[in-house]
C-alpha cells in the first residue's frame, strides 16, 4: 500500500500526489480531467474516465449465424443482463418473421428494453429504464409477494379443484424471471460503473447480496410452478384428505420460513435467521412424514404428491439460504 501525506497550498487547497507509474500506465498527461467520486464508506475513487450520465453500451446481434429462436432468446437476455442500454439485431437479408416474434417475446419478458428502429435488415432495441426508478429493495419485496402468492396460490388450486388457478401460478413465473433479469442487469451495470452505485445509494457489497437473494427466489418460484404443474393430476383423482392436510401444514411451514428469511433480511436480523434456519428440520420431518402416506396411494398420485412434497422441502431450504446470506450480509457490514 502506498501512503501519502496531503499538503496544502495557498493556505486552504489541499493537495495529494498520484503515483508516477498510475498516471504512466493510464497515459495521462498534464491538463487531462479525472472523476473523483464519494464512496459510501468515505473513500475517493479516482478515474481517468469521464462517466457520462447515461453511458451507452452497445450490443450488436447478427442472426444470420443463430439458427434457433431459443439460442437467439438466449443471446438476448445475455446482452441485457450483461447491461447494453442498446441491443443492435442485424440480417444481411430481410429479417425473418420467426426472428421478429423472438424479439417481442423478448421485450414483453423484459423490463425496459424497447424497438426504437425497425427497418428490414436491422431491428434496434433501446432500454428506456431509469435505474433510480427500481432500487433493489422494492424488486426483492415485489419477488417476495409473488412466489409467496404462487406457493399459496398453488395449494388453494388442489383444496378447490381449480385448474385455471393452478395455470395462473405457472404463468405468474415470467413476472419472477423477468424481476431477477432487471436486479441481475442492475448489479453487473454498478460492477462496471461505480458511480451507479453511488447514485442508486447501495455499495457493491450490498448489489451482490441483493443479487444473491434474487437468484434463489426466482429459483422458489421455479418450484412453486412444479407445485401447481403436480396438483393439476391431482385435482382429477382420489387423494386422502389426511394427505391434502400435511400437504397443507407442510406448504405453510415453508411460507413461514420464507416470510422469515425476507423479514430478517430487511431488519438485519441474525438471531431471526438463525432460528428460521434451525427451524428447517420440523419440515423435513413433516416432509418425510407425508411421504410415508403417499407410497400407499396410487402410482401416479403417488408420483405427484412425491414432486409436490419435494419442492415444499426446496423451498423451505432455498429460504434457509437467504438467512444464511442475511448473516453473512449482516455481520460483513457491522465489523
Not at 441474525?270 to 418425510?288: D, P
Request: net charge negative; glycine share 4%.
Amino acid at each position: 500500500m502506498d501512503v501519502r501525506r496531503v499538503q496544502v497550498t495557498g493556505g486552504s487547497s489541499y493537495v495529494l500526489t498520484l503515483p508516477k507509474e498510475w498516471i504512466t500506465s493510464m497515459k495521462i498527461k498534464k491538463n487531462d480531467p479525472l472523476s473523483i467520486s464519494t464512496q459510501s464508506d468515505g473513500s475517493l475513487l479516482i478515474s481517468s474516465k469521464i462517466v457520462q450520465e447515461s453511458q451507452q453500451k452497445t450490443k450488436e446481434i447478427n442472426v444470420d449465424q443463430i439458427h434457433t429462436q431459443t439460442y437467439l432468446l438466449r443471446r438476448l437476455i445475455g446482452a441485457y443482463i450483461a447491461g447494453a442500454t442498446s441491443i443492435k439485431i442485424v440480417s444481411r437479408s430481410r429479417i425473418p418473421s420467426s426472428v421478429r416474434m423472438t424479439i417481442r417475446t423478448f421485450t414483453q419478458a423484459s423490463i425496459g428494453p424497447e424497438v426504437v428502429e425497425e427497418t428490414d435488415t436491422c431491428i434496434v432495441l433501446k432500454d428506456l429504464l431509469n435505474p433510480l426508478e427500481m432500487p433493489f429493495d422494492k424488486t426483492i419485496k415485489r419477488m417476495h409477494i409473488l412466489v409467496k402468492g404462487m406457493h399459496e396460490d398453488a395449494m388453494t388450486a388442489l383444496e378447490t379443484a381449480d385448474k385455471e388457478l393452478a395455470h395462473d401460478v405457472v404463468f405468474r413465473d415470467s413476472d419472477v424471471d423477468r424481476l431477477n433479469w432487471l436486479i441481475a442487469r442492475q448489479h453487473n451495470s454498478i460492477l462496471q460503473n461505480v458511480s451507479l452505485a453511488v447514485k442508486m445509494n447501495i455499495t457493491m457489497e450490498e448489489s451482490s447480496t441483493y443479487f444473491l437473494i434474487s437468484r434463489i427466489m426466482e429459483r422458489i418460484g421455479d418450484h412453486a410452478v412444479q407445485i401447481a404443474q403436480n396438483i393439476l393430476p391431482l385435482i382429477d383423482g382420489k387423494v386422502d384428505k389426511k394427505i391434502i392436510h400435511r400437504l397443507h401444514a407442510a406448504s405453510a411451514l415453508a411460507v413461514v420460513i420464507l416470510n422469515t428469511s425476507i423479514n430478517s433480511f430487511f431488519r438485519e436480523d441474525i438471531q431471526a435467521s438463525n432460528e428460521n434456519i434451525e427451524s428447517v428440520e420440523r419440515l423435513e420431518s413433516l416432509c418425510e412424514e407425508i411421504n410415508t402416506f403417499a407410497l400407499q396411494q396410487k402410482g401416479s398420485i403417488a408420483l405427484s404428491i412425491g414432486y409436490i412434497i419435494e419442492s415444499i422441502r426446496r423451498i423451505g431450504e432455498y429460504a434457509t439460504d437467504i438467512s444464511e446470506t442475511v448473516i453473512n450480509h449482516v455481520v460483513g457490514i457491522h465489523t
